[in-house]
Each structure stands twice: as structure tokens, then as C-alpha cells.
């Protein structure tokens, strides 16, 4: 007999339900990828809505593949409960609080950062993001570089990124590398999808017919706002390993290759991301309203997450079949290694448009021990800021 904590105990819950549950606990979504915690809490705790088994293969899922993984979670989520409007559902409530948010700091950014006080905070935040970026580096580099082939990858992804190669050229590369290095290494353990999924093909046909339209549309009447939301699409499927992974891509493209946004800047957006619920990636919604209002906020956001979305939608009920592919995880593998390298150059960059004094350092290297002792990133931006005011 099954143990009893291995089944749901209480049938799918309603569309709107589903919405307002997971709108409730985007609210409070701080932390970003801890948050699956507090997901599994909702669908298999207290609403036993999933059993264990089934949102672990959920979360390795959402790891496998490209996108902000708490994101994909919750759409995970909603897809196993109520099929593909489940999974927009679960998605859309988890995101939104996030959304309104960003646009509101966004704006209000825009009005007020040239006044002194809020120079100096944005002035320590900067510090304290290189700090983030480079505990972000470590924490990737602890769960992925686990042996020299691994480290071997990271290397050439830094070195590919401080020489400015295109991101797909250096993720395909790494892919690669990891494929040959990897002979006598053992394989990621392999997930599968016990339970049966609902049926995707045909909402995810109506869904990317719907969003080639759109953006086709978009680009006829605006096409600043259609290169802006194609530009976000390409980075979020690039972004293996969770948002974070989005921070290289996005300075890059924005900052670098652009130029439509000067680093600090970019870096105040980031420190802007810390405030929010949800996760880090919410900064396209920054970007896109300094660039382009309201519309440029909404256009850059859809464009973040709906390939993350439809890619949950498109691979859950094949993941099993491509877990089972050795080649598959070792590419896998190597993509997630070459993040470390992506993550180590760009806290870098970020340190170099950082003017570094005393104050400044000292705010780094307290924030950094912070993260380090597992502080909540939230408290190391709220603390942050406020010592800020009184340092500079």
C-alpha cells in the first residue's frame, strides 16, 4: 500500500483559486529560487493538491531547462492541476505582485534618484550588488563545478564573455566541451514524470501562433517596442540555471551591445530588483520603463517570462524521455557550468563602475559575510540602503 503522504488527499482546485493562492504567496516571494520551498509548502503541504514525488520531478524540470525556476515552478504546478490554463493561471498570480512592484519603484526611480539621499543609497547598492553577483558566483560554483571537467568549462565561458563572444556561441561551446570531457563521469540523476501529464499540444499551438501574431503586430505598429520584447524572449532562453542567469545576458545586451542604459544605471535596476518579490529577471520590467513608459515596461516583461512559460508548458510531458538521454544531461551539465564563468566576469564588471572607497568596501565585504551567514537578501538591501544614507 502507497503511503498516504505520497497521494494528494484534495481534488484540483478551481481556476481562480488556483490564481489567488499562488497571487497570495507571490506577494511575499522573497528570496527567488528559495521560494520553491514555500511552493511545495502550498501545493503539497497544506493544500495537498501534489504528492512529493511529483513536484520533485516538477523542480528538476524547471531546472533543466531555461527561465526563472520559481517562476516555472508555479506554473508547473498549475499545469499538473488544471492543464495549460492551470499553468497560466499559477504562473500569472505568482508573477504579477512582482510585476506592479518594479513598475512602481520604476517610476518612482525615474522621478526622484538625482536627489542626494537617493544618490547615496543607490551609490551603496551598487557595492552591495557586486557583492550579491559574486555570492551568486560561489553558490553556483559549490553545486556545479563538482569535478575538473566541470571547472575546465567555467574557465572558457569566463574567458569567451570577458572577450565579448556571443552568449549563444559560448553556451553551444560548452555544451560541447562538457560532451567531450565528460567520458567515466557519472550522469545526473535522471528525473521521470510518474504521473500522467494533461494534453499541451494543441493550447501550445494556439499559444505560439497567438504570440507570433502578437509580437508580428507589434512590430508593424511599434517596432522599437517589438525589437525590445524579442531582445528579452532571446535572453530568457538562454538562461539556463534560473534568473540569475539572465544578469550577464541582460548587461550585455543592454549595456554593452546597446548601449541603452549606462551601468549604473543597470545596477540601480538590479538593486531595484532585490526590493521586489519574485525573481531577479523582473529587471527587464525596469529597463523596458526608462526606455519606453508604461508600454515598454509591459512589452519588456511579457517578453522575460512568456518563453519560460511556454517552455514548461511545451517540455513537461516529454522531459522524462529527454532525462533518459545521456547526451542530453551531460549538454545540460556543461550549460549550467559555463553560468559560473558568466556570473564570475560580470561581477566583475559590475565592480569596475563601482567607485570604490572606504565606505564602499566596507559595504561589499559586510554584505558579502551576510550572504554568506545566509542572511536574507532582502534584509542585506533593506540594511543596505539605510547605512548608505549615513555613509555617503
Not at 369 to 391: C, P, R, Y
Request: glycine fraction near 8%; hydrophobic fraction near 55%; charge should be positive.
Amino acid at each position: 500500500m502507497q503511503n498516504l503522504q505520497e497521494q494528494p488527499a484534495n481534488p484540483p482546485p478551481s481556476l481562480g483559486r488556483l490564481f489567488f493562492s499562488f497571487l497570495r504567496l507571490g506577494t511575499t516571494a522573497f528570496g527567488g529560487p528559495a521560494m520553491i520551498v514555500h511552493i511545495r509548502e502550498l501545493a503539497v503541504g497544506r493544500k495537498r493538491w501534489l504528492d512529493q514525488d511529483s513536484f520533485r520531478d516538477g523542480v528538476a524540470l524547471c531546472q533543466a531547462i531555461p527561465g526563472a525556476t520559481a517562476m516555472q515552478v508555479a506554473a508547473y504546478v498549475g499545469l499538473r492541476l488544471r492543464g495549460v490554463r492551470g499553468a497560466i493561471a499559477g504562473y500569472l498570480g505568482f508573477g504579477l505582485p512582482a510585476f506592479f512592484f518594479m513598475l512602481a519603484l520604476s517610476a518612482l526611480y525615474a522621478r526622484s534618484h538625482a536627489q542626494p539621499a537617493m544618490v547615496a543609497i543607490f551609490s551603496g547598492l551598487q557595492a552591495i550588488i557586486v557583492a550579491i553577483v559574486a555570492n551568486a558566483t560561489l553558490s553556483f560554483g559549490r553545486s556545479s563545478l563538482t569535478s575538473w571537467q566541470n571547472g575546465v568549462v567555467a574557465l572558457m565561458a569566463a574567458v569567451l564573455f570577458g572577450l565579448a563572444a556571443h552568449p549563444i556561441l559560448i553556451l553551444s561551446l560548452a555544451a560541447l566541451l562538457s560532451l567531450l570531457l565528460s567520458n567515466g563521469q557519472p550522469v545526473m540523476q535522471q528525473a521521470k514524470l510518474r504521473a500522467p501529464m494533461p494534453a499541451t499540444t494543441l493550447p501550445l499551438l494556439f499559444l505560439l501562433t497567438a504570440t507570433a501574431a502578437g509580437f508580428a503586430l507589434l512590430a508593424f505598429f511599434r517596432y522599437d517596442l517589438a525589437q525590445l520584447g524579442l531582445l528579452m524572449a532571446r535572453i530568457d532562453l538562454l538562461a539556463f540555471g534560473g534568473g540569475f542567469a539572465s544578469v550577464p545576458l541582460l548587461f550585455r545586451e543592454i549595456v554593452e551591445t546597446r548601449a541603452w542604459l549606462d551601468a549604473a544605471t543597470f545596477l540601480d535596476g538590479i538593486a531595484l530588483g532585490q526590493l521586489t518579490p519574485g525573481p531577479i529577471v523582473i529587471t527587464a520590467t525596469f529597463v523596458g520603463y526608462l526606455l519606453n513608459g508604461l508600454a515598454g515596461a509591459l512589452i519588456a516583461t511579457v517578453g522575460m517570462f512568456l518563453p519560460s512559460l511556454l517552455l514548461v508548458i511545451g517540455t513537461a510531458p516529454h522531459f522524462s524521455r529527454l532525462r533518459t538521454s545521456r547526451l542530453f544531461s551531460r549538454a545540460i551539465d556543461g550549460v549550467l557550468c559555463s553560468f559560473v564563468g558568466l556570473l564570475f566576469t560580470v561581477a566583475i564588471r559590475f565592480a569596475l563602475h563601482v567607485h570604490w572607497d572606504l565606505p564602499h568596501l566596507f559595504l561589499a565585504a559586510t554584505a558579502f559575510g551576510a550572504l554568506l551567514k545566509k542572511t536574507d537578501l532582502l534584509w542585506v538591501v533593506l540594511v543596505g540602503a539605510t547605512v548608505s544614507i549615513l555613509l555617503l
